[in-house]
């Protein structure tokens, strides 16, 4: 294939301008009716997510967590491009991913409540665990994606990162040891504009971050990260490209992180009130409800019951994690090995010898 | 006793992935020049012949990235065997073996296990150039999570790469490149103790040498030339670093009350300064001595020219028993 076919298109793709209104391309299949309702019903449920884990932080209840307010287009999207034999391979930013996937919800923030590292079987829902270490998921994408391949499997994995993560080495490997396998894996990286505090000038001087799969030899693409009608088109084309036996690709999606980097940051030292004001007028939620109201798709009964499900979902995690649920102890040593070696065994028993002795005092 | 032919510790590792490929189709070897070639060692000889490209293969020379893939083919029912292709090559893997290889059981609670084989060629002695005879075992020893094995024997080299390779959990195997090509005759079919067990490889009754891989030969030809000299020398090969067997490795030095820990690595903040605290711990009381060491210095990994200062030698050994206090002053 030469290799302009790899190129991403001189703009984003846009299906949906900032104030609702239809984009032609003839490059791009615009989704039906019916997948953009379902669509912006997941952009209202992934909206009262990030709003209620906020609350949640404010409350002591979650130690930590890094939203996705403002790119909860590309969240809902690259997990409804997915069929259920498909894997998807998230980074600690994408709960509204994995929620929209159909993992629990209580089970998905089990990490960031600090009960555990990973509450959910990643099995399951074919979800991996959440990976903090930028990058390094990507190359397990691969690896899942390859054994689908040998045996023969009909399945595609959508490989998460940021802006950052690709400045990474492990990045680097992933697209190529993709490439070179043909693994039908799709590499989706939200460019939200920053890692933490940095900006992306100084991540990379490209001329995209979609332009880098060309030297990997696939193709790339770039994408308007807050129009959910664009993100289903990209990366549905992708997954289908990927499952047709074309070989992995790299979608970009240009979005903007609203909120600091975690509860922890504060977004104020390194850029300005006006910057981040611009991006509110590109709201994906506000794209997609103009557009479906102005097709008279989003009546007011569909809004109200599309209100009373995001609101289910946040009882359900007010509810879960509200409670508490005390840990146990003898978890830690407990799948460390399939079988705890002769010195966990010792140190399991120190432990509860300790802990029922302070019990007793 | 039936005769068994002559082989060498490459051949025995080699036929231990022969036969776990035919026992188990879901077994993958991969790594660095392991296809065609058949390995810089040739440890991998002939698998792309018998078991086709898709079992046996070459991948992109990036060991980040081969341990990443390992990871994601075992989540999705794979059991897969990479070659590392010199210990300081590793280096690079070492976050996904680290943050990953390492965590994933525990992150999951048992959901995700990571039936990883890792094959490291390590150690020296055979006149390698820079970044190609590193000791590297205390940083996998070090990790929780990863079972760690150095084989010091032909038999051995089989039994324990079949075991690694069953194991539901990573097992990082260190190949002792300075005996890959020492040779015994070995029955494949008889059962040797497996993964967490040390063995006494010679009986002894004056002090114990406690050793693995590649010091497991300088340990027994110290023995010989001790008995020569009228002193009766017992030799534990540790076999499996991680789970370490407290159980024979005290027993051993209980029954002579005196110790000598023989390893290339550097000494300080070692596999053998942890079985020097953990044979003093549990033996005080059984101790004539001080455990001694023999080690590596605290330098990097020496030119082939210099590295025979290096190495602990027949001589250091028998020196170090030498102070083990045998005559009240």
Sequence with gaps: ?361 | MAEHEKITMAQAFNQALRDAMTADESVLMFGEDVGALGGVFRVTDGLTAEFGGARCFDTPLAESGIMGFAVGLAMNGMRPVVEMQFDAFAYPAFEQIVSHVAKMRNRTRGALSMPITIRIPYAGGIGGVEHHCDSSEAYYAHTPGLTVVAPATVADAYTLMREAIASPDPVVVLEPKKLYWSKDEVDLDEVQPGIGRAVVRREGTDATLIAYGTSVPIALEAADAAAAEGRSLQVVDVRSIVPFDDETVCAAVRSTGRAVVVAEAPGFASVSSEIVARVTERCFHHLAAPVRRVTGFDIPYPPPKLEHLHLPSVDRVLDAVDTLQWDDV
């Design chain 1, 1 to 361: 294939m030469p290799s302009h076919d790899f190129l991403p298109s001189e703009q984003p793709v846009q299906l949906l301008d900032q104030d609702g209104r239809r984009v032609e391309d003839p490059k791009r299949a615009f989704p039906s009716d019916e997948d953009l309702l379902r669509a912006h019903e997941a952009l209202v449920v992934g909206r009262r997510i990030n709003e209620q884990a906020y609350a949640l932080v404010r409350q002591g209840r979650l130690a930590v967590y890094p939203s996705s307010y403002g790119q909860e287009a590309c969240e809902v999207a690259a997990a409804l491009v997915l069929d259920d034999q498909d894997w998807l391979f998230p980074t600690y930013r994408d709960v509204v991913s994995i929620i929209g996937r159909g993992v629990d919800p209580v089970e998905t923030l089990t990490l960031l409540k600090g009960d555990w590292h990973c509450g959910y079987d990643p099995t399951e829902h074919r979800v991996a665990p959440q990976t903090t270490p930028l990058a390094t998921q990507l190359i397990h994408a691969v690896g899942v994606a390859h054994a689908a391949t040998l045996r023969g499997e009909d399945t595609v994995v959508m490989a998460m990162c940021g802006d950052g993560a690709t400045s990474e080495g492990d990045f680097h490997e992933a697209l190529n040891f993709a490439a070179v396998f043909k693994a039908p894996v799709v590499f989706f990286v939200q460019n939200n504009e920053y890692a933490i505090s940095v900006p992306l000038a100084r991540q990379t001087v490209a001329p995209s971050l979609a332009h880098k799969a060309v030297g990997y030899g696939m193709p790339g693409e770039r994408v308007d990260g807050n129009d959910v009608a664009a993100l289903l088109s990209v990366l549905g084309d992708a997954v289908h490209a990927a499952r047709s036996g074309a070989g992995p690709s790299l979608v970009e999606a240009h979005t903007y992180r609203m909120q600091a980097h975690t509860n922890a940051d504060d977004a104020t030292r390194y850029r300005q009130d006006d910057e981040v004001a611009a991006w509110q007028g590109r709201d994906p939620l506000l794209r997609s409800k103009a557009y479906l109201t102005g097709r008279e798709l989003l009546t007011d009964e569909r809004t109200a019951e599309i209100a009373a499900k995001a609101e289910a979902v946040a009882t359900v995690m007010r509810d879960g994690l509200m409670q508490d649920v005390e840990p146990v102890p003898g978890d830690l040593f407990e799948h460390v090995h399939a079988t705890p070696t002769p010195q966990l065994r010792e140190q399991a028993a120190f432990l509860a010898d300790e802990l029922s002795r302070e019990k007793v005092s």
